[in-house]
Structures are given as structure tokens and as C-alpha cells.
């Protein structure tokens, strides 16, 4: 019975994943990423970041390039669960924040008006 339970918690869990969206990974021996950047990896960029995440995990790595033009610049790297985000959108977010803390520190009276989040104006800009 106790194995019935493994079973059916490992496939629910599966089914889970693949609902949102997460690459459920049967063959052990390679690994599959998911990376977004605002223009197409070359063909020397694939290879260098194949090679990167190759060491990181100690398999080979299918790489499968997503163009989304609201990271601004920089890409976001998707493994499984592990997510790898050195897009220029969100360092600029990060940015922002500070910056409102830092005012917000120095003037506790003042609140700075939010001019939004920057992939939203990116959206719109286009």
C-alpha cells in the first residue's frame, strides 16, 4: 500500500509541474533550460552558456531559446524550479526600489510617486 502512495505523490506531483509549466525531466542524463532573451542566442553565445550550465549541473543542457522583449536586455534562466533572472528589467526594478527606500529613509514625510514597473513600460513603449 505504502508504495501505491509513493507512486501516486510522484505522479501528482509530475502533473502538478507540468500544469505550471515546469519541464518534468525523465531522462536523467540531460537537462533542459528554458532561456529568455530579448533577441536570438547565437550560435557561439548557445555554446558558451551550454557549457556554463553544463558545469553547473554536470549534464548536458538542451537549451531552448524564448525571445520576450520585455526583460529590456540580459536573460532570465529557467531549470526545473531553479530560476536564473540577470535581465536588465528586473536589475532596473531592483534600482528603483532602492531608490524609493533611500527616499523614504532621508524624508519620512515624503512619498515618492511609483512610476510603475519597468516591464509594464516596456509593454507600452513598444
Partial sequence: MERW??????EYG?????RRGITVQFDQSKAKAKV??????DD???EKLGRVLKELTGKD??????IDP????????QMGDTII????ATRLNEL???IHAEIARHFDNVKPERSGNIRSFARNAG
Avoid at 14 to 18: A, F, G, I, M, P
Avoid at 70 to 77: E, H, Q, Y
Fill in 96 to 98: 528603483e526600489e532602492r
Fill in 44 to 46: 557561439e553565445a548557445r
Fill in 14 to 18: 509530475q502533473l502538478v509541474k507540468t
Fill in 70 to 77: 520585455s526583460i529590456l536586455g540580459g536573460m532570465i534562466v
Fill in 61 to 66: 543542457v538542451e537549451l531552448n531559446n524564448v
Fill in 36 to 41: 529568455k532573451t530579448v533577441v536570438p542566442l
Fill in 85 to 88: 533572472d540577470m535581465s536588465l
Fill in 5 to 10: 502512495r509513493r507512486k501516486i505523490a510522484r
